[in-house]
Every structure is written in C-alpha cells, then in structure tokens.
C-alpha cells in the first residue's frame, strides 16, 4: 500500500505540465517576499537550466504570467514583478500606451530628445541632489491614432535608472521602464490650465493661442526623487477622468 500511495503522488506531480510547474514556482516565490515589486526575476535561460527544460516552456510560464499582470517585461532589460496599481486622487499612474489601447486605438510616439545633463541650481533644488549631478532628460510625443495627445517632457535621476538611456522608447515608454525600476513610493501633482509655448504648440499640431491641460508630477522611489515629468496636452482632445 505504501507503494502504491507513493506511485499515485508522483503521478499527480507528473501531470500537471511543466510550464504550469514553473509558474507555480514563481508565483511561491513572489508571494513569499523572495522578488519583490519592481526587482528582476531569473532570466529564462536561468529557469531553463534550474528546471532542465527548453527556453521556449519558460517562455510560456513567463508569457501568462506577464498577461496576468504578475510580471512586467522590458525589451532589453528584464523581466520584472509588476508593481500594483498606484493611483492618486485623480491621475493614475499607468503608461499612456497603456490608456491608449484600453480604448481600443493605436500608441506611437516621436523622440525630440534623450540626453544627460549635469544639473543646474533648479534642478539640483528640486532633485534634492548636487550641482552638475547627472540627470536624464527625454522630450516625447505621443500620438493616439496618429493624432498628438501629449507631450512628456520628462528629468530622471540617474542613480534610480540607470539604463534610462539605453531604452528604446518606440517600443516602450518611459513609465513602463520606470515602474520596473524605480518601484513608486509617492507622488505629488497639479494640474493646469495654460497656453503652450510655441515649442510645444508645435509638437502637437496646434496653435499656440490654444489652451493646454498640463499636468506636473514628481514621483518617489526608495527615498529619492526618482523623475519629474511635465505633460502637456491639448484640452480640445484630452481629459482627466477619476473614480473614488
């Protein structure tokens, strides 16, 4: 009889498939505190190793759990344990790819500009950092449709992502990359209403004598400053919406 329970139990085991044995094994491991939100997990080729499989079946577990929501994937970073969703009183903290097609329609986006510059009085105040401490500066478009919705004029602080660079923004936005790594601890925004200057009028097809709703935000992870980010959006094509 011992046998024979022996025999059933590792049967049971052999049944379930592998890939759904190796998302069982992730699942433990991120509920258990081992990855935490915004920390990498093994790569797959590490997983396919540990558990003697093909890439391709770590692949699949990875996938699931990506389109659950349980991890989040960066092209030519890693793979990541997705942070919850964070929303402030009226904006949510989500990528604006992601709003996008929620609504069924079509993400691009142009970049003005990617660089790092050493920090001026302002930024170093309101970084909380050194003067000429390294900053990464990135000017985006995005488009809905092909129709400019925003322009995200985004400061970074290099310490917190150190890979801002490197990051291919066609495929990804910046939000994406920066939940990943810089997993959020607060937030302070505003919200205005004011004309854009020509710059920006320009980056979004429109006159500069029409208003702009734009949003200012500051974001905190591991007690730095992580990005400061000003959004710019036309207010004939664009509103914040919330739910309490």
Known sequence: MANQKTFSSV???EAVPIYQRIKDYLLKEIQSGTWKEGEAIPSEAMLAEQFGVSRMTVNRAVRELTTEQILNRIQGSGTY???HKYQATLVEIKSIAEEIRSRGHVHRSELHQLNVVAANELMATQFQVD???????SIIVHFEND??????DRWVNSALAPDY?????SAITPNEYLVAVAPLQGVD?????VLPPKAIADMLHISSKEACLVLHRKTLSQGQIATIVTMWHPGNRYQ???SF
């Open 11 to 13: 049967s049971a085991t």
């Open 81 to 83: 344990v997705a942070q």
């Open 131 to 137: 003067l000429a401490y390294p900053l990464f500066h």
């Open 147 to 152: 129709v400019a919705i925003q322009v995200e």
């Open 165 to 169: 660079l490197t990051q291919n923004f």
């Open 189 to 193: 925004y505003r919200i205005e209403a």
């Open 240 to 242: 914040f919406a919330g």
